[in-house]
């Protein structure tokens, strides 16, 4: 900080540098793209643990009708054939998934299924997962991608805390 008395008026210059590189970090920079993995990672987790506890059976998507069992050879998992709309949403870092795409956004990031084909239909992940989730033809209504969890938002809120206080650090602000 600089404070000139060297005429009638006292002024003071405070220098913001290391706070524009901060919030620079965090909105642009290495930082941005951490938060974003961190958002997508976590919600991975979520969406790939739900998917197993539901197509398990015994949640909000309807069990199999019987017919359906009989032609999976007296298997009862829902939505699992090969197991490539549950694989795709294995949470890994850094590594992009078959099937699933992200992006950032003004308010955080957007998940969902992308335009791969998928091995098993010949459909494209998103057209699979959009028969599911509105119920469409003989299908009943199974959402495969939901908003998450409050444990996800706050696991999501303390993973960017960390990273943000890491370049803090990294800036030599703390």
Excluded: C
């Amino acid at each position: 900080m600089i404070i000139n008395l060297g005429n009638e008026y006292s002024t003071v210059k405070i220098d913001l540098t290391k706070l524009s590189q901060y919030i620079r970090s965090l909105t642009k920079g290495d930082g941005q793209k951490l938060i974003i993995e961190a958002m997508i990672f976590r919600y991975k987790e979520y969406a790939f643990r739900r998917f197993l506890q539901l197509s398990g059976g015994g949640g909000e998507w309807p069990p199999l009708a019987a017919s359906t069992i009989r032609k999976k050879r007296g298997d009862s998992r829902i939505l699992i054939a090969a197991g490539n709309l549950r694989d795709s949403l294995i949470p890994v870092r850094n590594k992009k998934n078959t099937g699933t795409v992200a992006y950032p956004t003004n308010e955080g990031v957007r998940f969902g299924f992308s335009d791969e084909t998928h091995p098993g239909s010949g459909k494209s992940f998103r057209e699979l997962a959009t028969i599911h989730t509105k119920g469409r033809g003989y299908n009943p209504k199974r959402v495969v991608i939901d908003e998450p969890d409050q444990k996800t938002l706050d696991t999501i809120e303390q993973d960017v805390l960390k990273i943000a206080f890491d370049i803090k650090r990294k800036l030599g602000m703390t």
